[in-house]
């Protein structure tokens, strides 16, 4: 079996060492490109959202590659992701391709049930060696997301921002060859120390906190890197979700750590007290939640046509105007185009810092 699976930020190298401990052959898709954009688009409903064009992209491409066998999260709920593996196998069978495809169903309430539909997966493995190997890519990933959030937090304050970036891609290439949970700790805590070193000019950047659809805020081909380009504007991001957050809370029920969803959705209750679907419910609460935090400002992103955050959105001026926080929206799509994107942020950060100026609590460059 030579299996494939999605691309979703760095979730790949995760994915794909849990997978081999599993002793599968895993061909991942190639990243994300402009073919990989083209040919989900010509083979999607006009109207599906940009995740699930992205996705068959990625999918056609990897079977290309040789993989057989495509693992794909299934869903529930008022929002489209619950139907989006049975479009997408429909869609693959009628160009022709011939593969199996296994839809992981999020288990009612046992993490042990998920540990179960793992371990079907792979060849001959005990639900003991499953565990492990879950263990596994949850180190992996647990290092990536150590990293992003080191990356937010030096890239504002450097002056030598190239280099920030540069030993980040290289701890993230290093930790998807690693071959022990020993080697990627190392390479986190070396890189992480590397950051540290680096020359900063601010002590104070402002912080921007990012709300949103959960795909658009997890893959970067899609959000045009905006952590980045705001971090290129000497502005710290704070993102809302990660990963492992949203599996802990919606996978595995907080088997892992503490869920903080309970005080985003306490958050959200005076402005929306009900599932809307998708993480639009999770954006309001964030958005609250982030004011809270004294944030300077807060930046929603979500793909065209996305219901939960359309909803969202219309709530949003609600909470900026009562709780004091500037906040933007931006839909993308594959239009949307870097340079548009990085003039729209600089506007809106331009607007921040004025604001925080006029406050008169802002400290720019050291
Ligand atoms: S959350 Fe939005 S983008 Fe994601 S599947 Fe639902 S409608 Fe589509």
């Given at each position: 079996?030579?299996?494939?699976?999605?691309?979703?930020?760095?979730?790949?190298?995760?994915?794909?060492?849990?997978?081999?401990?599993?002793?599968?052959?895993?061909?991942?898709?190639?990243?994300i490109s402009k073919?990989?954009f083209?040919?989900?688009?010509?083979?999607?409903?006009?109207?599906?959202?940009?995740?699930?064009?992205?996705?068959?992209?990625?999918?056609?491409?990897?079977?290309?590659?040789?993989?057989?066998?495509?693992?794909?999260?299934?869903?529930?709920?008022?929002?489209?992701?619950?139907?989006?593996?049975?479009?997408?196998?429909?869609?693959?069978?009628?160009?022709?391709?011939?593969?199996?495809?296994?839809?992981?169903?999020?288990?009612?309430?046992?993490?042990?049930?998920?540990?179960?539909?793992?371990?079907?997966?792979?060849?001959?493995?005990?639900?003991?060696?499953?565990?492990?190997?879950?263990?596994?890519?949850?180190?992996?990933?647990?290092?990536?997301?150590?990293?992003?959030?080191?990356?937010?937090?030096?890239?504002?304050?450097?002056?030598?921002?190239?280099?920030?970036?540069?030993?980040?891609?290289?701890?993230?290439?290093?930790?998807?060859?690693?071959?022990?949970?020993?080697?990627?700790?190392?390479?986190?805590?070396?890189?992480?120390?590397?950051?540290?070193?680096?020359?900063?000019?601010?002590?104070?950047?402002?912080?921007?906190?990012?709300?949103?659809?959960?795909?658009t805020?997890?893959e970067p081909a899609v959000n045009y890197d905006i952590y980045r380009l705001l971090g290129r504007m000497?502005?710290?991001?704070?993102?809302?979700?990660?990963?492992?957050?949203?599996?802990?809370?919606?996978?595995?029920?907080?088997?892992?750590?503490?869920?903080?969803?309970?005080?985003?959705?306490?958050?959200?209750?005076?402005?929306?007290?009900?599932?809307?679907?998708?993480?639009?419910?999770?954006?309001?609460?964030?958005?609250?939640?982030?004011?809270?935090?004294?944030?300077?400002?807060?930046v929603?992103i979500?793909?065209?046509?996305?219901?939960?955050?359309?909803?969202?959105?219309?709530?949003?001026?609600?909470?900026?105007?009562?709780?004091?926080?500037?906040?933007?929206?931006l839909w993308l799509d594959e239009l949307a185009g870097t340079a548009g994107l990085i003039t729209r942020l600089e506007a809106?950060?331009?607007?921040?810092?004025?604001?925080?100026?006029?406050?008169?609590?802002?400290?720019?460059?050291?």
């Amino acid at each position: 079996m030579k299996i494939t699976f999605p691309h979703m930020g760095n979730m790949h190298i995760a994915v794909k060492a849990l997978l081999e401990r599993l002793r599968l052959e895993v061909v991942p898709p190639p990243p994300i490109s402009k073919r990989t954009f083209e040919i989900g688009i010509r083979h999607s409903p006009e109207f599906a959202c940009m995740p699930l064009k992205i996705n068959l992209g990625n999918f056609i491409e990897a079977l290309e590659n040789g993989a057989d066998t495509i693992v794909m999260a299934g869903g529930w709920g008022p929002c489209r992701f619950g139907y989006y593996a049975q479009v997408e196998r429909d869609i693959l069978e009628s160009l022709g391709y011939q593969f199996k495809m296994i839809i992981l169903e999020a288990p009612d309430s046992r993490a042990y049930d998920l540990v179960k539909q793992i371990k079907s997966l792979g060849e001959n493995v005990s639900f003991w060696e499953a565990l492990k190997a879950i263990n596994y890519g949850w180190s992996k990933l647990g290092a990536l997301e150590a990293l992003e959030k080191q990356l937010d937090y030096y890239l504002p304050r450097a002056r030598d921002k190239a280099r920030i970036e540069k030993i980040y891609n290289i701890a993230v290439e290093n930790i998807d060859r690693a071959v022990s949970k020993a080697e990627v700790y190392e390479i986190e805590e070396q890189s992480v120390k590397e950051m540290s070193k680096a020359e900063m000019k601010i002590d104070l950047p402002l912080k921007i906190g990012i709300v949103g659809e959960i795909y658009t805020m997890f893959e970067p081909a899609v959000n045009y890197d905006i952590y980045r380009l705001l971090g290129r504007m000497d502005v710290e991001v704070i993102r809302s979700a990660y990963l492992s957050d949203w599996l802990n809370d919606h996978i595995l029920k907080g088997y892992i750590k503490k869920s903080i969803r309970p005080d985003i959705i306490a958050c959200a209750r005076p402005y929306l007290n009900y599932e809307v679907g998708g993480h639009g419910l999770e954006t309001v609460g964030n958005t609250v939640r982030f004011a809270h935090m004294h944030l300077d400002g807060i930046v929603q992103i979500g793909p065209l046509t996305c219901m939960p955050e359309i909803v969202a959105q219309s709530i949003i001026p609600q909470i900026s105007a009562q709780e004091g926080v500037p906040c933007m929206t931006l839909w993308l799509d594959e239009l949307a185009g870097t340079a548009g994107l990085i003039t729209r942020l600089e506007a809106f950060v331009d607007m921040v810092h004025r604001q925080k100026l006029k406050a008169g609590n802002y400290q720019k460059e050291a």
